[in-house]
């Protein structure tokens, strides 16, 4: 059983930045995938970014290519999203997920999500 919990949501300029933490309870997070979706209002929760389970790939939405960036911390079972050049569009509730698999991409089914945080950009 692995327990996700995020931080770091808010409100937040276009063109500012914010970093979301997500930190996993359990001593088997260095052998799960993580990764990070979204859910905006009247929309389906969507794939954001990923990072295999030894942190040596990442994948990420071609809607956050360039400017978001996933890493882990294996040492202090976290995994966080560092958000750059926020746009009024990246306005959702972003969840943190683990999965057995290799990789987190957006075809992958994640076996465990956090409850989410608010992420909300002004124009």
């Known amino acids: 059983q692995v327990q996700l919990v995020e931080t770091g949501g808010g409100l937040v300029q276009a063109g500012g930045s914010l970093r979301l933490s997500c930190a996993a309870s359990?001593?088997?997070?260095?052998?799960?995938?993580m990764g990070w979706f979204r859910q905006a209002p009247g929309k389906e929760r969507e794939f954001v970014a990923g990072i295999s389970w030894n942190g040596a790939s990442t994948y990420y939405a071609d809607s956050v290519k360039g400017r978001f960036t996933i890493l882990r911390d294996t040492a202090k079972n976290t995994v966080y999203l560092q958000m750059n050049s926020l746009k009024p569009e990246d306005t959702a509730v972003y969840y943190c997920a683990a999965s057995r698999t290799v990789k987190v991409v957006p075809t992958t089914t994640p076996d465990y999500w956090g409850q989410g945080t608010q992420v909300t950009v002004s124009s």
């Open positions: 359990g001593r088997t997070f260095s052998s799960y995938a």
